[in-house]
């Protein structure tokens, strides 16, 4: 077993965040909950603990507490927010609870380095997120850092190895935060950082076959990177018990299928099975124009689809799905909060629990560029690695209005045209996404000597690092160029080709 750092957690959304960033600092750590027994961590002889924030007080009713005798151990502690007034409240200090939350920025201001600030410059913003507050320390505790709003913003008792702070580490909006906890699991914890992207292959080999055993796991491929790299996992895992499902549903790029097929059927030599259901997906959408309602309509239809083809391919136990942990966390949230369900997501949620299969997600606590890591490891091409993210419905809702099979080749053949210029200039791997849009708007135009009367095609390409926000990407015109009279000229259907120039808020990536 590797050096094991244990991070109890109090509910806080941000638990895998902090998971995460001892991943980036090669640390291994597992996530427990909140109330595991001091003995259970002691018998997996961890080297330290972290104590997650949490969205309780710690005085609420059904307030999450620890163990106790955590504090007994003799192992090095670090509470995070929520983490530090337990620590408070169970070492003997002083917790007020607190009505307001203090959220946001703050500055942090270093009194004493420590081993916990070591090498850190003395003032630092600081993200904070809490509502209850530390009064009084507890006994053999001194303050190493203050913010405006707190005199106890940062803590430590040297002698035991327990640290507090107030604010969030993990958190992007804190400065130097993970060398923070990079010093809590080195300077503090003493552990090596050694823990790389072939270790998690390993681990994640050896718990998909403890959980497998026997059993067959089917995937549904989309050829995106999260249910690719899933798909390699398992197999590397599995092999032969491991069935993948591609489903054409008529709404692919150009050249999709193939590429799928090359790379899974002939390059891993995946038993993968492709559903040409192409065509019931187009009849199902005939005439159906609201984006909302196709979207229903893709997402109904592909459940459908899938699960036929389950019953075809015969019994198996398990589900496998590329779910990934922001995954988790939008769901989470869409769940408790209907005004964030903007555009429904159907490929997050997974298929009805109605198919009786058990799930197998051995990406579920990664983050996207974490994946891609372990996709690299995996031996998986950089062009499905770092693939830009294309939606569940595809061309579905790029086709502006209804769908035929006409407009579809058009925009297939117009999109081909900008991903090859996109490639070839080396933007495809600088922008986050870029694709053509079918207007369903003739203009006039002149093509030789003869008045033409043709579609258009918008470009959508934007910047962004998460797909909240986005802004149009300032391609240089030259490449733009190229691309609106190669379309022009390669495409028939299309006498006009046009750039989008909004920015998410208020607009979104893609038109419907
Ligand atoms: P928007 O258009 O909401 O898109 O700014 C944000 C990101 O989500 C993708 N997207 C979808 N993905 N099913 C998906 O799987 C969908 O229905 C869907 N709608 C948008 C979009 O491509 C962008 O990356």
Known sequence: MPQTIAVLDFGSQLTQVIARRIRECQVYSRIY??????????EDGVAGIILSGGPQSVYARKAPHPDPAIFQLGVPILGICYGVQLMGHFLDGVVEHSKAREYGHGMLTIRKAGRLFFGLPQKL??????????????????????????????????????????????????ERGVDMIRNFLVGVCGVKQEWTTRDFITQAVGNIRAQVGRGRVLLGLSGGVDSSVAAALLHKAIGKQLTCVFVDNGLLRKGERETVEKLYGDHFHIDLRVVDASKLFLRRLKGVSEPEQKRKIIGRTFVEVFEKSLKSIGHAEFLGQGTL??????????????ASLIKTHHNVGGLPARMKLKLIEPLRELFKDE??????????????VWRQPFPGPGLGVRVMGDITAAKLEILRNADAVLQDEMMRSGYYYKVWQSFCVFLPVRTVGVFGDERTYDYVIAIRVVESTDAMTADWAKLPHELLQKVSSRIT???????????????????TIEWE
């Open 371 to 384: 994946v891609r890591r372990v996709g690299e490891a995996l031996g998986l091409p950089k062009e499905v």
């Open 125 to 174: 913003r600081v993200w904070n997120s809490h509502g209850d507050k530390l009064t009084k320390l507890p006994p053999g505790f001194r303050a190493i850092g203050t913010t405006e709003n707190s005199p106890y913003a940062a803590i430590e008792d040297a002698k035991r190895n327990f640290y507090g702070i107030q604010f969030h580490p993990e958190v992007f909006h804190t």
């Open 325 to 338: 942990y922001p995954d988790v966390i939008e769901s989470v949230s869409i769940a408790g909060n209907p």
């Open 33 to 42: 909950h909140y109330s595991t027994p001091a003995a259970k961590l002691r």
């Open 489 to 507: 000229n390669e495409v028939r259907g299309v006498g006009r080709v046009v750039f989008d120039i909004s920015s998410k808020p208020p607009a």
